[in-house]
């Protein structure tokens, strides 16, 4: 089936060190979402991508969706504690007149002070 | 802020029972999504619903499960006759419109386990 792939699966890093996560779609997206879950808790929607080669930035996330619409990229520079949880990106496969969001495994992020 | 409300928080049932889980999605919106997430494990698609029917379903929503919005707020999952397998953590979601940037807005899930 089609497949949304996210690596990597844990990242450890220093408070004030920088993470990103990749995800790799095996089919072209129509549009790619990020979502936060902290533990115990609900996906909560930070942003979509749809535009090829898009880049958005909040704050210290920044969010790329590649040419091709294949892979996308969080990156969030000088972690806080609070950036803890698992980031999931999902991708909107369209087939057909079928449209499903298909989710990433996650990368959980522990940021150690 | 306006949430989408789950109930139970967590529902513990035997193997083979019914079980329903509800979900009062936010007022204004009109796409409804089932997801479920088997514990350690992501987020799975299992269905949306728009205009009173169902608009898309993954291959983990087969004939045991259905979705219902029975009157103007609630939006139920039934699963017919439960497997220890369906043990995880339900979602629901809404969103206000299909159009770009309109975002999935989550409960904060029931957690279903199965004896």
């Known amino acids: 089936g089609q497949q949304v792939m996210q690596i990597p699966q844990y990242q450890h890093v220093q408070e004030g060190e920088d993470f990103t996560t990749y995800c790799n779609s095996s089919t072209t997206l129509s549009n790619i979402q990020w979502y936060k879950q902290r533990p115990g808790g609900h996906p909560v929607f930070l942003i979509q991508l749809v535009k090829s080669g898009e880049v958005k930035k909040q704050k210290r996330l920044t969010f790329q969706f590649g040419e091709a619409k294949k892979n996308s990229s969080l990156h969030i520079t000088a972690t806080q504690t609070t950036d803890v949880g698992t980031y999931f990106c999902?991708?909107?496969?369209?087939?057909?007149?079928?449209?499903?969001?298909?989710f990433g495994s996650g990368t959980q992020l522990t940021v150690l002070p | 802020e306006p949430e989408v409300t789950q109930t139970p928080s967590h529902q513990v049932t035997q193997m083979g029972q019914e079980v329903i889980l509800r979900c009062v999605p936010i007022?204004?919106?009109?796409?409804f999504y089932w997801y479920r997430q088997i514990l350690g494990q992501k987020v799975e698609f299992l269905v949306s619903f728009y205009n009173n029917e169902i608009s898309e379903k993954s291959e983990i929503f087969d004939d045991q499960f259905s979705v219902e919005r029975p009157d103007g707020s609630n939006f139920t999952l039934k699963i017919r006759s439960t497997k220890l397998e369906d043990s995880a953590m339900y979602f629901c979601?809404?969103?206000?419109?299909?159009?770009?940037?309109?975002?999935?807005?989550f409960g904060d899930g029931t957690r279903l386990s199965i004896l």
């Open positions: 007022s204004n919106h009109l796409y």
């Open positions: 979601a809404s969103r206000f419109s299909d159009g770009p940037n309109q975002p999935q807005h």
């Open positions: 999902a991708g909107l496969i369209s087939s057909g007149s079928a449209r499903q969001l298909t």
